[in-house]
């Protein structure tokens, strides 16, 4: 599920695929550099996002359990940055929008989130590729322009869809809203 103005490099799809061997592995996802409207490049990857949020913990690829992805990459804020990244086993997706229901078209902006707790909550592995395979174009999006009173209560829903999921994380006093 790709947003119609970002791009991939050449073996993002092949890449991605291979990890699928694992009869196990629900989603992969990657790294992306981000460009402007324009295509210009902007960021070679999110690695200093990660860093700053998580540590080394993404700095090289890795597959998890899915419960174990969700509590460590999801719990605070949503650490698949980009859609477009993602490559899905399309029975886990499915898996996923029918445990969501009606619920995701009330998101604007964190439905994606609320698809991954689903999806990790479901069983099945994670697979991150550290590597920037996608380029995801960072301009006046969907999430720039609905800032405010609606992000934060989206916010809001996916840690109670997490709490429900997973029972509310340790340290839930540290959550960010924004």
């Known amino acids: 599920i790709a947003e119609a103005d970002d791009l991939s490099q050449i ?6 695929a ?3 061997v694992d009869p196990n592995l629900s989603l992969a996802f990657s790294d992306s550099a981000t460009i402007d ?24 690829s890795f597959t998890l359990d899915g419960q174990a992805f969700a509590k460590r990459f999801l719990a605070e804020c949503n650490m698949i940055l980009n859609g477009s990244s993602v490559v899905w ?15 995701i078209a009330g998101f604007s902006l ?9 999806t990790c909550h479901a069983g099945g592995t994670v ?5 920037p395979l996608n380029l995801h174009r960072r301009a ?11 992000q934060i209560d989206e916010i809001r829903r996916i840690y109670a869809a997490f709490d429900e999921l997973f029972g509310p994380p340790a340290d839930a006093g540290k959550r960010r809203e924004a």
């Open 11 to 16: 073996d993002f799809v092949a890449t991605m």
């Open 18 to 20: 291979q990890k699928f």
């Open 37 to 60: 409207a324009e295509g210009r490049r902007r960021a070679s990857s999110y690695q200093y996002y990660y860093t700053a949020v998580h540590g080394s913990a993404m700095a090289r």
């Open 89 to 103: 086993r399309r029975s886990a997706l499915a898996t996923a929008l029918a445990a969501a229901g009606t619920d």
């Open 110 to 118: 964190a439905g994606d989130w609320l698809l991954y707790l689903r």
């Open 127 to 131: 697979a991150f590729d550290a590597r």
């Open 140 to 150: 006046l999006g969907v999430t720039a322009r609905t800032r405010g009173e609606v």
